[in-house]
């Protein structure tokens, strides 16, 4: 059985690929420039981040510090 994802669920995993990868300050800047500020970003931003706290999202910040170093 096939299964189809919606497109909110695509884009999550997009974000979340983006997030892994980008300071996340450029990935605003990205959001922005593709105009993709379309539909209720509060739910988006529940769903996204529903599973941290300020303690996970600080070590994750730091460690993608460490893993891409400014050159």
């Known amino acids: 059985m096939i299964q189809v994802n919606s497109?909110?669920?695509?884009?999550?995993e997009g974000f979340q690929i983006l997030l892994?990868?980008?300071?996340?300050?450029?990935?605003?800047?990205?959001w922005?420039?593709?105009n993709l500020g379309h539909g209720d970003?509060?739910?988006f931003k529940e769903e996204?981040?529903?599973e941290e706290t300020v303690d996970?999202?600080?070590?994750?910040?730091?460690?993608f510090q460490k893993s891409h170093p400014k050159t």
């Open 56 to 63: 996970s999202l600080s070590a994750k910040i730091l460690e």
């Open 7 to 12: 497109e909110q669920q695509v884009l999550r």
């Open 41 to 43: 970003y509060l739910k």
């Open 32 to 34: 922005a420039a593709c």
């Open 48 to 50: 996204l981040f529903e």
């Open 20 to 30: 892994e990868n980008m300071e996340p300050s450029k990935v605003a800047r990205f």
